[in-house]
């Protein structure tokens, strides 16, 4: 029995995907009953608990022959008080189910203790989970290429793409498809101690990049447009995200752009194979409203 968490996730819910397609017994662990309902039809078992309570998420990981673990994305509050709950009350769980195996979810750039704003959360989260099972393997994933979702409705009404990050600037990226398949594989393979693998796409790409890749499926040109640092907070702001979320994302473009999104090469590397066109065609096909990515 396999166990994921975040199915209702872009990357938890990939790797339940996997897991199912290969004919994998999974166990999704989702917050209220009604949210498991898509995945109890495709024959997956489903728990309810919430990760910060130690002892419900206990009983969802036990008899687990390994877990998929991962920190929800910040929605609200400090994420990095919201970390340390988490990742205490998660590592005690695991603990409490002698959990065998562990795929944390983390990122590329979280060596760095600071500086990288909201993925240094996930230098804390990796800290709190060393060693959570006798088997634990860090998956550090490239900036999700399903991120850019969140523009595409102005790509196509506009036919310009906002970002915060450098239209030059070639960064890892990768499909949440190949996160999934990733993850899928890591928890089947055999191993013991702790791991980390870094895991990007067939390439490093920009947001140029990715401009090019909307024109290209759209049919037209499409031209990135780096939105100034001085308008960023006021906008997110405006998508109604809490200030204290507001300001450990924008750490996060910081960081990017002062190049400490990078790979550390002594780590395992793996690559998905999604391409650029693959991914951004499939979110032209499910476009969502207006944002910045």
């Known amino acids: 029995m ?6 209702n996730g872009r990357a938890g819910g990939e790797a339940a995907r996997a897991l199912i397609e290969r004919g994998e017994a999974v166990r999704v662990v989702v917050r209220r009953k009604e949210q498991g309902e898509k995945w109890a039809m495709l024959g997956a078992e489903v728990a309810v608990a919430s990760i910060e309570d130690a002892d419900g998420m206990g009983d969802a990981l036990k008899g687990a022959q390994a877990a998929f673990l991962l920190n929800p994305p910040p929605v609200s509050g400090d994420p990095y008080a919201r970390t340390e709950e988490l990742g205490l009350a998660l590592a005690d769980a695991a603990r409490r189910a002698r959990l065998p195996k562990a795929v944390v979810l983390s990122s590329i750039g979280a060596q760095h203790v600071s500086g990288t704003g909201v993925i240094a959360t996930l230098n804390r989260f990796e800290a709190l989970l060393d060693g959570v099972a006798p088997a634990t393997a860090f998956l550090r994933s490239g900036y999700f290429l399903e991120t850019w979702g969140e523009v595409a409705g102005t790509v196509t009404s506009e036919s310009v793409l906002p970002s915060f990050l450098d239209p030059a600037q070639k960064i890892p990226m990768v499909s949440t ?3 999934g398949r990733t993850a899928a594989t890591l928890l089947g393979e055999e191993w013991g101690g702790k791991r980390v693998v870094e895991l990007s796409g067939p390439g490093d790409w920009s947001a140029g990049d990715v401009a090019a890749a909307f024109a290209d499926v759209l049919g037209r040109p ?4 780096l939105v100034p640092a001085e308008r960023r907070a006021a906008l997110l ?9 507001a300001s450990a994302l924008l750490g ?27 991914a951004i065609r499939r979110i ?5 409203p207006a944002g910045v990515a």
């Open 2 to 7: 396999y166990v994921v968490l975040g199915a």
């Open 177 to 179: 498809i190949d996160v």
């Open 222 to 225: 499409v031209a990135p447009v």
């Open 237 to 245: 702001a405006d998508e109604g995200v809490p200030g204290e979320v």
């Open 252 to 278: 996060m473009f910081d960081g990017i752009a002062n190049g400490l999104f990078v790979r550390e090469h002594s780590n395992e590397q793996r690559s998905g194979t999604t391409s650029l066109e693959a």
């Open 284 to 288: 032209v096909g499910a476009a969502e």
